[in-house]
Nanobody, 123 residues
Framework: QVQLVESGGGLVQAGGSLRLSCAAS????????MGWFRQAPGKEREFVAA????????TYADSVKDRFTISRDNAKNTVYLQMNSLKPEDTAVYYC????????????????WGQGTQVTVSS
């Protein structure tokens, strides 16, 4: 069982930066691939970024590539999402999730989800 708690969301102006953190409980965090997803009002949840258990491979949605960076610190049981050059269209609730199997992009392969943190980007 893995419990996930996101933090770091907030209100920022367009062009600004935020760093989201996701703290995981449980001794098996390093066995899980991790991902970030987001859901804007009236829209479906969408994939943002993912990282494998070792941190050696990452993948990003085209909409955030070159602006966002996912990383993890297995010693701290934490995964991060550094978000730069934020745009109003990045406004959403951001969720971290943990998966034990393959399928980095599809949310159906993720076993555990956090409660989410709100990110609002003003124009």
């Amino acid at each position: 069982q893995v419990q996930l708690v996101e933090s770091g969301g907030g209100l920022v102006q367009a062009g600004g930066s935020l760093r989201l953190s996701c703290a995981a409980s449980g001794p098996t965090f390093s066995r899980y691939g991790m991902g970030w997803f987001r859901q804007a009002p009236g829209k479906e949840r969408e994939f943002v970024a993912a990282i494998v258990w070792s941190g050696g491979r990452t993948t990003y949605a085209d909409s955030v590539k070159d602006r966002f960076t996912i990383s993890r610190d297995n010693a701290k049981n934490t995964v991060y999402l550094q978000m730069n050059s934020l745009k109003p269209e990045d406004t959403a609730v951001y969720y971290c999730a943990a998966r034990s199997g393959p399928g980095m992009v599809n949310g159906r392969y993720y076993d555990y989800w956090g409660q989410g943190t709100q990110v609002t980007v003003s124009s």
